[in-house]
Every structure is written in structure tokens, then in C-alpha cells.
């Protein structure tokens, strides 16, 4: 009965918590009553935490393994201090999700012959290169860049909010470009197009992260920067 809550509060908070695409999420029982828990905790209301996060755990440890999860609570779970094999079951769940979508995708152009001794094309996804922890950390890394060997491509998937991070990464940056308004597979087709070799996503599962785009594989290599148990 527990996990089968339907709070109102918890409703009009999940307004917000759609999958990046703008479809509605259709909410399991768990998820519901997940996110009327981390919702409690913002709220610093600690009664029953111990029970209601053990609930959470032996839920997912007892799902299904072919279960997939909306990415719409993936980021709030991690916060909720589960051990760390159940975080890996329940973002195993999200993944087979996002891959799901990107399966359905038309296949990427095949990728341009790499011609021997060019740069090393190095491509940044990210929705958070405003004014968010995450642009103020990448700052420094693209200052280390050894430009003789590297060629740097930053994506946003946020529009430009005028801050001096979003400035500063775009001037730091080889080649700068804003998918904000492009669909998956047309911004994952942009970076296949851009050759690049290595591509990282900055974003994990974090609010507003389009995890399809790397889930195509348009770079000979990708990585997360977050992992989030993946």
C-alpha cells in the first residue's frame, strides 16, 4: 500500500520530472514513492527514513531484471544513501531505458576514415555550461588541453544564459556548437559529422540530460564523466 502512494504534492512536484524528450513519465509504485521520499528529504523530514529507504532497496533488489526506469528519478536516487550494488541495479534499469529509445533511432552515417598524425578530436557534451558547479570545473580542464595534440568541441544542450561560464567555455573551445534545439539523433548525426574520437557526457543522469545522444555511439569512443553507476 505504501509504495502505491499518490501524494498530490508529490504529483505537482513530478510536473517538472518528465523525460528529457517533454513525454509525460508514466510512474511505477516504486518511483512514485521514491520521489514523495526524496521530496520529504528536501524538506529535512527524517521520520520513517530508515524503513522507507530500506523499502526502496528491497524493491529494486527484487525487480525484475528487464525492468526499465524513467530517467526522471535516476539522479534523486543516487542521494538517498542505498548501497552502492542496489544504485547499480536501479541505473541498470535506467540505461535499458535510454538504450531502448536510442535503438529506435534511424543508424548514424558511418564515421570518416581517421587520417594518421591529424589532432585528436575531443568533444564535451553537457546541458550545464552556465552558471552550474559543472561549467566552473570544465573551465579548468579545457585550460590544460595541450592544443598541439587536441582539438576541443564542447555541445550545449542549454541555451546560452549569459553567464561568464557559458562565455568562457565557448571562447575556450576549438569549435562550440548548440544542439539545444536539435533532436537526438540530429545532434548525435552533428557529432558524427564533427569526427570526433572521443566523446564525454558531462551530464550523467542529471535533470535535463539527453543520455540518448551518447547512447547512439556517434564518437569512436565515449565516456561519462559521471558515471552515477551506470
Not at 520530472?17 to 520521489?35: K, S, Y
Not at 566523446?199 to 535533470?207: A, K, S
Request: hydrophobic share 35%; proline share 6%.
Amino acid at each position: 500500500a505504501a509504495l502505491g502512494s499518490a501524494d498530490p504534492q508529490v504529483r505537482e512536484r513530478l510536473r517538472d520530472w518528465v523525460e528529457p524528450d517533454g513525454r509525460a513519465t508514466i510512474l511505477a509504485p516504486l518511483d512514485l514513492f521514491t520521489a514523495k521520499f526524496h521530496d520529504r528529504l528536501l524538506r529535512c523530514e527524517w521520520t520513517r527514513f530508515d524503513e522507507d529507504r530500506a523499502l526502496i532497496e528491497k524493491t529494486l533488489l527484487a525487480s525484475a531484471p528487464d525492468v526499465r526506469r524513467p530517467r526522471s528519478l535516476a539522479y534523486r536516487r543516487v542521494n538517498l544513501g542505498i548501497s552502492r550494488h542496489t544504485q547499480r541495479i536501479g541505473m541498470s534499469q535506467v540505461s535499458r531505458a535510454v538504450e531502448a529509445d536510442a535503438g529506435r533511432l534511424p543508424p548514424l552515417p558511418a564515421p570518416r576514415a581517421r587520417m594518421p598524425n591529424r589532432l585528436l578530436d575531443i568533444g564535451y557534451v553537457s546541458g550545464c555550461f552556465g552558471d552550474h558547479p559543472g561549467a566552473r570545473l570544465l573551465r579548468g580542464v579545457l585550460r590544460e588541453h595541450d592544443r598541439k595534440r587536441f582539438r576541443i568541441h564542447t555541445y550545449a544542450l542549454t541555451p546560452n544564459d549569459g553567464s561568464d561560464e557559458y562565455r568562457t567555455i565557448a571562447a575556450s573551445s576549438d569549435h562550440f556548437a548548440d544542439l539545444t534545439h536539435l533532436d537526438w539523433h540530429s545532434a548525435a548525426k552533428r557529432i558524427r559529422n564533427d569526427g570526433i574520437d572521443i566523446l564525454v557526457d558531462r551530464d550523467g543522469y542529471v535533470e535535463g540530460n539527453r543520455a540518448e545522444i551518447a547512447a547512439q555511439r556517434p564518437a569512436r569512443k565515449s565516456g561519462s564523466e559521471l558515471e552515477h553507476d551506470r
